[in-house]
């Protein structure tokens, strides 16, 4: 079997213990199917001190989903450790200094339940919709006051939805994307993405919204946050170039790249020098070698001179 390919680097963390930051379609698992020992490093790498979070773009499912399946998997989880862009999206909704108290909903139920969770008032698209369609008003109208416009994917999308979300925003609402990735795939193949639906609205409103998932840097922020850490600080395992590896460097932190997913060594090999991953794995075992020697390299780093 190949050694991973491990590159140097001058980023350090706390000595304890690694944050890794996991992706998780096509990293733990690939449509329906485990990646075959990954679970297994991961609960090995808790059980030896390390923070284990997951993240990921996928904004139409609750976090105990999430929590079912990946304890199926003998992943190591709690509800607290797996923020999509849907609860990084609702933690996100919480920080800001104009409080926003009352949020129309583009997307899927377990984007609404994570904003429900936080204690913001929402009013859903599909409710606005029939609203507009039933009494001939405009979207800001039917959905009535609202500081924020979500939009996540809705897998259940209409004209009239994506319309009152621009209405809203045109209105005076923020708005705000848990995420741009265009594509979403599936099992019977490749579907419009929240992103999709995010540049249909910001081309109606003519407003470019906040975004949450990665490539930008706040999923990351705000999983790393949720086990008391920083984000500069965590080693990023994806699978994606232009999202989980993008958000890794954006934030100067490192990247395992796991070749188990939707990129090949040949476009990571494209990359200039400074865009590369520390680490290149091609499988379970790849990864958990790759892990011990990052990990022995922080405890050399942190050793006095």
């Given amino acids: 079997m190949s050694q991973p390919l491990v590159r140097a680097s001058s980023a350090t963390i706390a000595p304890v ?28 790498r808790a059980a030896a001190g390390d923070d284990v979070v997951y993240v990921t773009n996928n904004s139409m499912h609750y976090r105990a989903d999430y929590v079912t399946r990946l304890e199926a998997m003998g992943a190591p989880i709690t509800p607290d450790t797996v923020v999509s862009s849907a609860r990084a999206t609702a933690l996100y909704l919480t920080e800001q200094d104009r409080p926003i108290r009352r949020a129309f909903v583009l997307g899927a139920g377990g984007l609404e339940r994570e904003i429900r969770d936080v204690g913001i008032e929402i009013v859903t698209a599909a409710y606005a919709a029939t609203r507009m369609q039933q009494e001939g008003i405009d979207g800001a109208a ?32 923020r708005f705000i994307a848990t995420n741009r990735d265009p ?53 990023m395992i994806g699978d994606g170039i232009l999202t989980d590896l993008a958000a890794a460097n954006a934030l100067g932190a490192r990247c395992v790249f796991m070749l188990t997913g ?20 091609q499988d379970a075992a790849e990864l958990a070698a790759a892990l011990e020697t990052l990990a022995a390299s922080d405890v050399a780093a942190a050793a006095p001179a």
Avoid: F, H, M
């Fill in 183 to 235: 594509i979403y795939p599936t099992e019977r193949g490749l579907r419009p993405g929240a992103g999709s639906l995010v540049a249909a609205v910001e081309a109606t409103s003519g407003v470019t919204p906040v975004s949450i998932g990665k490539p930008a840097p706040r999923l990351l922020e705000i999983a790393a946050r949720a086990v008391g850490r920083r984000a500069r600080d965590a080693i």
């Fill in 142 to 173: 039917a959905a009535g006051s609202v500081d924020a416009v979500v939009v996540g994917l809705d897998p259940n999308v209409t004209y009239l939805r994506l319309a009152a979300a621009a209405d809203c925003i045109r209105a005076g609402a």
């Fill in 17 to 44: 213990s690694l944050l890794l930051l996991v992706d998780l379609d096509g990293v733990v698992y690939r449509g329906a199917d485990p990646v075959p020992g990954v679970a297994a490093v991961l609960a090995a």
């Fill in 262 to 281: 939707v990129s090949t060594r040949d476009q990571l090999r494209g990359l200039a020098a400074a865009d590369q991953p520390v680490a290149v794995a």
